[in-house]
């Protein structure tokens, strides 16, 4: 990808008005730039993944339905049992970071097609995302920072990238006012983008997909997270699977004309047409060392045919990002 620079005296003149977090609005931030200002907050755990470090894999099944088959040619939606590769992880680069932690949740999906294609999908448990673009993503890691000082976060420059970046605040909210899940089969879990459906003759369809459990959806309480200890999820999923199997439903909403097609921050309205896209079944869960879902790249782009992505810059950046830390991983750094 060709980078466009800043020249130089651009780039010193941002830093003489003291704004490291200002973006010019025409430099393109890099994955390898993203994923190393990732490293500094976290650190680097060789041979793992560099976000979402902690999680559990599960195996199970896909069966999709008539009505997704109308919109989507997509062979996920054939009626026919597809194979499940799956991940359950929560978010950032910290492997002993608590499950009580009010950040993200993910389901990350591998569908094995007949084909012999694969089709993947990587949710949160929010509706919204926290960056509109990769700056903001990028920028909300700069932030973060150990000061080499205090080895801690400088909260001034929490405070600065708060004001400086509206896009993030729908998510922090979502965060700061829903407690995390008592456990990934009680957690629902958002596709965020918008994806187009392709169905009969190219006919392209807009769409928003969330997978909601048929356990419901149960969160920790204020007491609760302070009780539950700091790594429940792992073995309430496994027990959970050997009591029987985990079922979420895919639900599937429909844009209309106007709705947000590029910006992962922005909710669509309410009262739009939903219809339920398929079943998703977990039967096992196993812990990631050695777990069929270790070696796997999540990459959002990879997706058989019938289901496409829009020009929304973070879908787009998120694959090369995460190539990154797949090619660092598995080459044991
Ligand atoms: C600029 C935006 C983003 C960046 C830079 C980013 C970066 C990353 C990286 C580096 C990984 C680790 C990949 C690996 O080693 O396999 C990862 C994992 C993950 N990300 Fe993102 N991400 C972004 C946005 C998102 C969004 C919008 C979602 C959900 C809609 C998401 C969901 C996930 C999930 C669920 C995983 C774990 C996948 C697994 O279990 O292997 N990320 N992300």
Known sequence: MHKRMLPHHAVACLLALGTPFASAADQEVTAPEVVSAIEGVFGVNKGERRNHIKGVCALGEFVGTREAAAYSRSELFSGKPIPVVARFSVTGGNPNVPDTAKNVRG???QFQLRSGAAHQMAMLN???FGA???QTFLDLMLAQQPDPATG???PEKMKAFKA?????????EYLATNNPPVSYANSAFWGIHTFKFVGKGDKTTLVRW???PQDGEKRLSDDELKSAGANFLEPALISRTQRGPVSWDMLVTVGQPGDPEVNPTLSWPEGRKEFKAGTLTISRAMPQKGGACEAINYDPLVMADGIAPTDDPVLKFRSPA???SFGKRMSGN
């Not at 400086?164 to 922090?172: E, F, G, I, L």
């Open 152 to 154: 801690k976060p400088d």
């Open 107 to 109: 389901m990350a999906l």
């Open 132 to 134: 509109a673009t990769p």
């Open 164 to 172: 400086s970046h509206p896009d993030n605040r729908a998510q922090s």
């Open 126 to 128: 929010t509706p919204m």
């Open 210 to 212: 969330r997978f909601v």
């Open 322 to 324: 995460y190539a990154v």
